[in-house]
């Protein structure tokens, strides 16, 4: 079982900056990734870092945001750069199995944490 807890949301201008944390333990062995749920939307990944630190992003996000992970202390970061209303959401990190080399579903979730960009 993997315990994780996101932080850092807020509210922020367009064109602004915010940095999201998710604490678990022992993320070294799993696929993390975050996700985002605006309201009336279904939830979308925006990006993924695998264990062997292969990172994807969606391609609204390219660019602007960066995921990373720091093993010792077990967290996982989302770098948010100019930021639009329409990243306004709520934002979950994941842990996923890592088998075969690839990642697999992602079956444990943070609390969520919420994201608003005004213009």
């Known amino acids: 079982q993997v315990q994780l807890v996101e932080s850092g949301g807020g509210s922020v201008q367009a064109g602004g900056s915010l940095r999201l944390s998710c604490a678990g333990s022992?993320?070294?062995?799993?696929?993390m990734g975050w996700f985002r749920q605006a309201p009336g939307k279904e939830r979308e990944g925006i990006a993924t870092?695998?264990?062997?630190?292969?990172?994807s992003y969606a391609d609204s996000v390219k660019g602007r945001f960066t995921i990373s992970k720091d093993n010792a202390e077990n967290t996982l970061y989302l770098e948010m750069n100019s930021l639009k209303p329409e990243d306004t959401a709520i934002y979950y990190c994941?842990?996923?199995?890592?088998?075969?080399?690839?990642?697999?579903?992602?079956?444990?979730w943070g609390q969520g944490t919420q994201v608003t960009v005004s213009s």
């Open positions: 870092i695998a264990v062997n630190s292969t990172i």
């Open positions: 994941a842990a996923g199995s890592w088998w075969l080399r690839r990642c697999w579903e992602y079956v444990y």
């Open positions: 022992g993320l070294s062995r799993y696929c």
